[in-house]
């Protein structure tokens, strides 16, 4: 059952991390400007929107599993510590970013 637990984490984190990449590819038609630290800084864009974002969204999971009413067999707990190692490997990389 761990497994399972750890697949579906995995799964969500692919999804998170993965989605926005296929949502962002330019069309034929597209005003696409690649993200580089120039155009950023020029536009007032904040630096890996999507990681932020996933790390936000691993807090919201992280605080659901945390007020579930159920343990789910030990489970939930385990879920809870992937989300943590997850946002912990993406802060990392955002002040590996920052180097």
Do not use: W
């Not at 155009?39 to 007020?67: C, F, M, S, V, Y």
């Amino acid at each position: 059952m761990k497994t399972v637990v750890r697949a579906a984490v995995a799964m969500l984190l692919t999804f998170l991390l993965a989605a926005p990449i296929v949502a962002q590819a330019p069309t034929a038609k597209s005003r696409f400007l690649p993200t580089t630290k120039d155009n950023d800084r020029n536009r007032g864009r904040e630096h890996h929107p999507h990681i932020r974002a996933a790390i936000k969204e691993l807090e919201e999971a992280k605080r659901e599993l945390q007020t579930a009413a159920h343990d789910f067999g030990g489970h939930r707990a385990d879920a809870v510590r992937a989300c943590d190692e997850a946002i912990h490997q993406l802060q990392l990389a955002l002040q590996y970013d920052k180097k």
